[in-house]
């Protein structure tokens, strides 16, 4: 497939400098911002449905971005102008173009000039992006010079910018990755803009805070004719690329003075995968929330609710944040939660549970998607007592955040030089560029195959999500010791091209090998390198010695089921090499995590 990284024309724009950021913490959760739902009427479902095909509008022009999750605000409550949708990089990105006539279509790029891009299109009408990590790119824009009209992802969202009153529309962006200079983007099902008021008019998007629940919450405890609610839950696309998740948050509220789960109390949630054809559920991981995992619940508003036995009652307004059950314990006894990796290529869920266990009190709001959403969002579902799932007929999903990144790491094999297209490469004797030889005496590396020719790089190329080494030199990625043989001393990380222009994103990866032992006449070794939650790259690098060969099979696939890896005891030095033991003092890393000796 093509990579954009090296086609000779630019089909992604990236904004220079940094989006315009609005403060929306204060006062973004107030009664008078949450419209009433009167008219919204629930149904019952007889089993939770799945996620139909997309459809196209009306006049038969729309495309979307599957897999692709939304942008919402940061953790400290900010949100950007534009409208987001977050890609993992190095995946290709399909702009499936649904027009029913494509006799006459055209796909532009309109940033400063528009540029027409239509000849990089498929033969099917369908537009195959790729992007580099961390940028922000204006998205591809469908043209129909027929009928007159122009669709890009989410077009029918608007942002209310409250303090003018007026709207600004197709303010939309793609995100390879969701870290955006110093901020995290929470990431949620649909687009979170335009849910703010302006002056009697809701834009599309609307955020909601009541339903018909007992309690007069739109999710959360309460009962739905008579049955108490023992949780709900909300349903996901497959996404493109695995996802390390650190946290999930609910933007709710309580009439408990003390908060939405009282002290000695916990709430669980699931992550699920789910088989469509059954809808059979696999669990993925636990979650847990204690009565200390809240922000906020402390703004009040009186009277809150609609009907009578509510009408007198203070709603507190916050912030829960669920948590892996599944803690890392270091050698000093500190817990930590461990990042989840939700798999990519897999319909998946998030199941709330024990709403209405005794002192549990919490009101979760919602987010009433637009008529185009609505077409590939699933809404969220009430699961109660009696074993009904009740929704609501207008589409309308659960404000649940997704506090993670994208952990899409791209150890390259094939088609990502121009070189392989050009007429004097020796495909005949390529094998790959993971595909490494390292001489007898473990002094030179090679591409295999390709030693005394130009096309000898010497390396792997690794792309990964988040820089090789944080600010303070530590690793985000290592090599899955269980794949490490004793003979590779260790990997040499270049990490120099990382943000140049020809090849961003990608690392250089040199392994360190030993000298090929009397009496040995070759050896070979598959090597994983391995990121946040042990989500694994999508091939492996393959390092030969002396006759060693290799025939081109048996790389292994994207992993899809992102499962995480056992890890050995090894520890390393601050700048990648194995040592038996830490002196005192001495900061180590293990299991890619960093200590000091005490």
Known sequence: MRKLLFLSIALSCALSG??????????????????????????????????????????????TIPGALFAGWTTEGNGY??????????????????????SRYMWEISAEEVSDVTEAAEENGDFISNYTPGGMYYPLILVSPRANVTYQFNEENYWVRTESGSTANDLSMVVATNQIGENTLMMTATDLHGSRLSGNTY???????????????????????????????QTYNPLLAPLALDDVRLQGLTYNEYGPIPDGKSLKAYILT??????????????????????DFKDASPKWGSKDENAN????????????????????????PLPIAVPAGKVWRIQFEGLNDEGVNLGVYGVINGEVESTYIEPGYILTEDG??????????????????????????????????????????????NVLRVSNDGQEVFTEGMSGTDYDMGCAFVGTTKPWFDEDEFPNYDVDEETLPDWIE??????????????????????????????????MAEIDIVGSAGITGNNKIIVLQGDAQYDGTGIAEVNNDASRTNRSKNLY??????????????????????????
């Open 313 to 336: 009652k203070t709603a507190y307004f916050g912030e829960l944040i669920y948590r892996n059950a599944e803690k890392f314990v270091d050698p000093f006894g500190n817990e930590t």
């Open 274 to 295: 789910v088989d469509t054809l059954t809808d059979e559920t696999t669990v993925v991981a636990t979650l847990e929330a204690l009565s200390s995992d809240t922000i």
């Open 388 to 433: 009904h799932a009740y929704t609501f007929q207008s589409s309308i999903s659960p404000y649940v955040s997704l506090n993670g990144q994208y952990e899409m790491i791209d150890v390259v094999s094939r088609d990502f030089l121009t070189a392989e297209s050009q007429d004097g490469f020796p495909a005949e004797q390529f094998k790959g560029w």
């Open 490 to 523: 260790s990997i040499q990380v270049d990490v120099s091209e990382y943000e140049k222009d020809n090849i961003t994103g990608y690392n250089l990866v040199v392994p360190v090998c030993q000298p090929l032992p009397a009496g040995v006449t070759g050896r």
């Open 81 to 102: 102008k534009y409208s987001m949708a977050v890609v993992p990089p190095f995946v290709d990105v399909t702009y499936a173009n649904q027009m029913t006539d494509k």
């Open 573 to 598: 030095n601050t700048v990648g090499q194995r040592i038996s033991t830490a002196a005192k003092g001495q900061i180590f890393i293990k299991n890619g995590m960093k200590f000091i000796k005490k």
């Open 203 to 233: 834009a599309r998007n609307t955020l909601s805070g009541w339903g018909f629940l007992s309690t007069d919450f739109l999710f959360g405890s309460g009962s739905v004719s008579g049955s108490p609610a023992w949780g709900f839950e």
């Open 18 to 63: 940094s989006a315009q950021k609005a403060d929306l913490k204060d006062g973004f959760i107030t009664k008078q911002q949450i419209v009433d739902m009167p008219n919204q009427k629930m149904e019952r479902a007889a089993e939770v449905k799945g996620i139909g095909p997309n459809r196209t509008v009306a006049n038969s022009v729309y495309y």
